[in-house]
């Protein structure tokens, strides 16, 4: 089960790896993807909270609660200084009205969190083996204290809890983070500048796309990456075994894949064939805690330490 997965809309014929949520053909606009995804339905007030003294209660002034507008569940307790931003209005602030742009929005952790992404076509790149790329936007916010009003550029299609704090996490792009307080209008009138911070970090990737075509890769290169990355054991005879299996794997993706006959030889082409093993064909196993596409999930997108990740730092390197 997806972690904290409430509700969601999924555009672009693209369903979460969760397989949850509805799944729409085209991209959504605000107001779409609000109502879609109920997000759009949570609307949240202040309220006052009460302490216990002796046998009464008294207001503290110090604080107040936040409650849900159409259940009177409690979202959060703040600070008096916290003011409320509902979570349509901080999807608003990014000032699209009728484009469709939104690719996913969710709401999570019983009703207290919504995120989503858009994705504007004018970002998508089409690199020169042919291959496509698309820089997401982020908006995400909270109403139980776990996260500020957020805008950033990031490659995490958000889609559950766990995409959701691999997003937070990503540090590559470009943030504008905003406290629930008073001055939050001002700032919030800069979010739009986000979109400009995610054209930046799409052409950052087709350079480095670019680099990594142009960079030629022998046969003995390729050989000794995997020497460097799949070393075979001397102790273990299953290891080496399993290490011997994954190289022959990664060298017939290289060597057959139908999308490596035009960047075979290339740096590019190595980083793809290893990339292809480490979401299709590693294997990631069920465990009491998670199943195994939770645990893939983990692995290459939380963690960022598969063997694919290892291969394009040692390519970008060479």
Same mark, same amino acid.
């Not at 979570?87 to 009728?98: E, K, Q, S, T, Y």
């Not at 400009?196 to 350079?207: C, I, N």
């Not at 022959?248 to 590019?268: E, S, V």
């Given at each position: 089960?997806?972690?904290?997965? #409430?509700?969601?809309?999924?555009? *672009? &014929?693209?369903?979460?790896?969760?397989?949850?949520?509805?799944?729409?053909?085209?991209?959504?606009?605000?107001?779409?993807?609000?109502?879609?995804?109920?997000?759009?339905?949570?609307?949240? !007030?202040?309220?006052?909270?009460?302490?216990?003294?002796?046998?009464?209660?008294?207001?503290?002034?110090?604080?107040?609660?936040?409650?849900?507008?159409?259940?009177?569940?409690?979202?959060?307790?703040?600070?008096?200084?916290?003011?409320?931003?509902?979570? @349509?209005?901080?999807?608003?602030?990014?000032?699209?009205?009728?484009?469709?742009?939104? =690719?996913?929005?969710?709401?999570?952790?019983? *009703?207290?969190?919504?995120?989503?992404?858009?994705?504007?076509?004018?970002?998508?790149?089409?690199?020169?083996?042919?291959?496509?790329?698309?820089?997401?936007?982020?908006?995400?916010?909270?109403?139980?204290?776990?996260?500020?009003?957020?805008?950033?550029?990031?490659?995490?299609?958000?889609? @559950?809890?766990?995409?959701?704090?691999?997003?937070?996490?990503?540090?590559?792009?470009? @943030?504008?983070?905003?406290?629930?307080?008073?001055?939050?209008? =001002?700032?919030?009138? /800069?979010?739009?500048?986000?979109?400009?911070?995610?054209?930046?970090?799409?052409?950052?990737?087709?350079?480095?796309?670019? !680099?990594?075509?142009?960079?030629?890769?022998?046969?003995? /290169?390729?050989? /000794?990456?995997?020497?460097?990355?799949?070393?075979?054991? %001397?102790?273990?005879? $299953?290891?080496?075994?399993?290490?011997? &299996?994954?190289?022959?794997?990664? $060298? %017939?993706?290289? !060597?057959?894949?139908?999308?490596?006959?035009?960047?075979?030889?290339?740096?590019? *082409?190595?980083?793809?064939?290893?990339?292809?093993?480490?979401?299709? =064909?590693? %294997?990631?196993?069920?465990?009491?805690?998670?199943?195994?596409?939770?645990?893939?999930?983990? !692995?290459?997108?939380?963690?960022?330490?598969?063997?694919?990740?290892?291969? #394009?730092?040692?390519? #970008?390197?060479?």
């Amino acid at each position: 089960m997806p972690h904290e997965f #409430v509700s969601g809309v999924f555009g *672009g &014929n693209r369903p979460a790896w969760h397989r949850l949520g509805r799944v729409v053909p085209d991209l959504l606009t605000t107001e779409e993807a609000l109502r879609e995804s109920g997000v759009g339905s949570v609307g949240a !007030r202040p309220e006052p909270v009460y302490i216990r003294l002796a046998d009464d209660f008294r207001v503290a002034p110090e604080y107040v609660a936040v409650v849900r507008n159409d259940t009177d569940e409690v979202l959060g307790v703040h600070g008096d200084g916290y003011v409320i931003e509902n979570f @349509c209005d901080a999807f608003h602030a990014l000032g699209f009205v009728d484009q469709r742009v939104w =690719e996913t929005m969710v709401l999570l952790r019983q *009703g207290r969190i919504a995120a989503g992404v858009l994705r504007l076509p004018d970002l998508d790149k089409i690199l020169p083996d042919g291959s496509h790329t698309a820089a997401y936007v982020a908006a995400y916010t909270s109403h139980d204290g776990s996260y500020a009003l957020t805008y950033k550029d990031t490659s995490v299609r958000i889609e @559950c809890a766990n995409k959701l704090r691999a997003a937070d996490a990503d540090r590559s792009g470009r @943030c504008l983070t905003i406290r629930h307080t008073a001055s939050k209008e =001002e700032r919030k009138r /800069e979010a739009a500048h986000i979109i400009t911070y995610a054209q930046e970090r799409a052409d950052y990737h087709e350079r480095q796309a670019i !680099r990594l075509l142009q960079k030629r890769v022998s046969d003995q /290169e390729f050989s /000794e990456l995997l020497d460097d990355l799949l070393p075979l054991s %001397t102790t273990s005879p $299953r290891s080496a075994t399993i290490a011997q &299996n994954k190289r022959a794997k990664i $060298r %017939t993706i290289y !060597r057959d894949a139908p999308d490596q006959q035009n960047i075979r030889g290339t740096a590019w *082409g190595v980083a793809n064939a290893f990339a292809a093993f480490a979401d299709h =064909e590693a %294997t990631y196993a069920n465990t009491t805690r998670a199943s195994a596409d939770e645990n893939r999930f983990v !692995r290459t997108v939380l963690k960022e330490d598969t063997i694919a990740d290892r291969a #394009v730092r040692a390519l #970008v390197a060479l």
